[in-house]
Structures are given as C-alpha cells and as structure tokens.
Nanobody, 126 residues
C-alpha cells in the first residue's frame, strides 16, 4: 500500500525559501505521477506542481512558476519542492499526492490522485 510522508514546512518571512520533501513507500515509485497541492484557510485545495512518472513532464501552476522547482529522485523514492521568493499568499498546508496512470489533462485535478500525505504547514509572514 502506497504511503506518503511530507516534511519541511515552517514559518518564514516573505522572500525566503523552503524545501519540502515527500517520501514515497509501498509501490513502484518511478511509475507514479507525483503532485503537490496546497490548501489555504477557507479555500479549496489547489494544484501547485506535478512530475509525471516514467520520465514524463514537470508542470507548474502559474502562481508558482519561476519560483518553485519540483524534483524527483527515483533512486530514493522522493520528490522535493524547492520554494523560493515566498509570498504571504503561499501560506497554506501543502500536500503531496501520488497517482498511477494519470493522463496529462488530469494532472491538476485532485480526484485524479489515489494517495495523499498528511500535509505540512507553510506560513509566510512578516
């Protein structure tokens, strides 16, 4: 059974950086599409970034493009989200998600993912 564990959240000032990690276990990691979503208080969970399995593309939401970098290490079964130039509006709980056989047009949809981590809080505040 696939399990995900996120780590790396925290409290930072605007303009700072954070690195989030997601450890995957219980399945064939390289095959899975791995996504990051976030949920701010009172808002829906929204797509942040995704790396598709088997060497597929890495895609970002417009709101984080150029500031966030998603990487995957198939030898360690992990994905990391490097977040730079953080803004107050990046404050949210960040979730790692995994899905098998997600088509490209569905990678930003929450319901396309089978497994979710517990979430890690990121707070950007002056």
């Amino acid at each position: 059974q696939v399990q995900l564990v996120e780590s790396g959240g925290g409290l930072v000032q605007p303009g700072a950086s954070l690195l989030l990690s997601c450890a995957f276990s219980g399945g064939t990691f390289r095959r899975y599409t791995m996504g990051w979503f976030r949920q701010a208080p009172g808002k829906d969970r929204e797509f942040v970034a995704v790396t598709r399995g088997n060497g597929g593309a890495t895609l970002y939401a417009d709101s984080v493009k150029g500031r966030f970098t998603l990487s995957r290490d198939n030898t360690k079964s992990t994905v990391t989200l490097q977040m730079n130039s953080l803004k107050i509006e990046d404050t949210a709980v960040y979730y790692c998600a995994a899905g098998d056989r997600i088509i490209l047009s569905s990678v930003s949809r929450r319901d396309a993912y089978d497994v979710w981590g517990q979430g890690t809080q990121v707070t950007v505040s002056a």
